[in-house]
């Protein structure tokens, strides 16, 4: 894996990890929209081929 893949799976992990753990924050809604913004923007699309709705879905499916 080169640097650049690296730093893009780290970048997208991350931000499942912060996603998952604003279910335990007061103002964690803001924090979701936040990142499902991230998820389905361009700089997104640029850096990875994952389908964002279905990261946010499996992500949404780990809360229920």
Known sequence: M???E???NAVILQA???????????NGADERRQ????FRSRLFANITD??????IERLEAEHQ
Do not use: M, Q
């Open 35 to 38: 990142i499902r913004d991230f």
């Open 16 to 26: 499942a990890k912060d996603y998952r753990a604003s279910w335990k924050k007061k």
């Open 2 to 4: 080169n640097p650049y």
């Open 6 to 8: 690296a730093l893009t």
């Open 50 to 55: 994952i389908n964002p709705d279905y990261l």
